[in-house]
């Protein structure tokens, strides 16, 4: 069996209860068929409690596949495939107040991690009921951007991200767990394809 692991995020700002995790949990009820073990868990909002769990998934249980999944409050009906992530420029705070040393998540990283999954190809091949989904190069630069840019440094490139709007009348936990099962069952597809 492989390995799967999947975050949302907890509480910040406005949002008393995050759509991503809400999505992540939905998901988990749902599985993904019987190869795939699927394991979740809620990371804060907050730089560096983020970096250390990341770290702790890759280096402890090497998953095939991470995948993260964000709340985009500037997102209404829109699910984003996140193609990157960068290194430098996390200059907001989180929800302690603190922002990383010299804006930067890794000291000696490149500028900018592609993940292995061709989000292109994915965005051509899926299409959910409902929801637009675009493509993004640009993460946002704030906790979501720094935990994918820590998991495509310690996971090699084998993670994603995928922006979901917050919770609303048309968009329940129920509809963004269902599209997450669609878009990730294409992502694992996609890395089986590539192991070949």
């Known amino acids: 069996n492989h390995l799967s ?12 209860v995050n759509s991503s995790w809400e999505a992540v949990k939905e998901l988990s009820r749902r599985g993904l068929g019987e190869n795939i073990d699927l394991r979740i868990m809620q990371l804060p909002v ?5 970096k250390e769990q990341v770290c702790k998934i890759w280096t402890t249980l090497q998953p095939l596949l991470t995948v993260h999944v964000g709340l985009a409050s ?3 009906a829109l ?7 960068k290194n430098k420029g ?4 989180d929800a302690c107040g603190f922002h990383p040393e010299g ?6 990283g490149p500028e900018k991690i ?9 965005w051509k091949n899926i299409s959910v009921e409902g929801i637009d989904i675009i493509l993004s190069r640009d993460a946002g630069r704030y906790i979501c951007d720094y935990t994918y840019y820590t998991s495509l440094y310690y996971g090699n490139g084998r993670a994603a991200f995928i922006h979901v709007p917050p919770l609303s009348e048309l ?18 597809e996609q890395c089986g394809e590539q192991r070949e």
């Not at 699910?79 to 992530?85: K, V």
């Not at 996390?90 to 705070?93: G, I, V």
């Not at 968009?171 to 992502?187: D, N, P, R, Y």
């Open 79 to 85: 699910i984003i495939l996140e193609q990157c992530g």
């Open 90 to 93: 996390y200059q907001e705070r």
């Open 46 to 50: 907050v730089y560096q409690k983020a």
């Open 114 to 122: 592609e993940s292995t999954i061709n989000m292109k190809t994915l």
């Open 171 to 188: 968009v329940t936990a129920e509809f963004l767990g269902k599209a997450l099962q669609t878009i990730i069952l294409a992502m694992l």
């Open 5 to 16: 692991f999947f975050s949302g995020f907890g509480p910040f700002r406005q949002y008393l």
């Open 74 to 76: 500037s997102a209404t």
């Open 103 to 108: 804006a930067c998540c890794m000291l000696d």
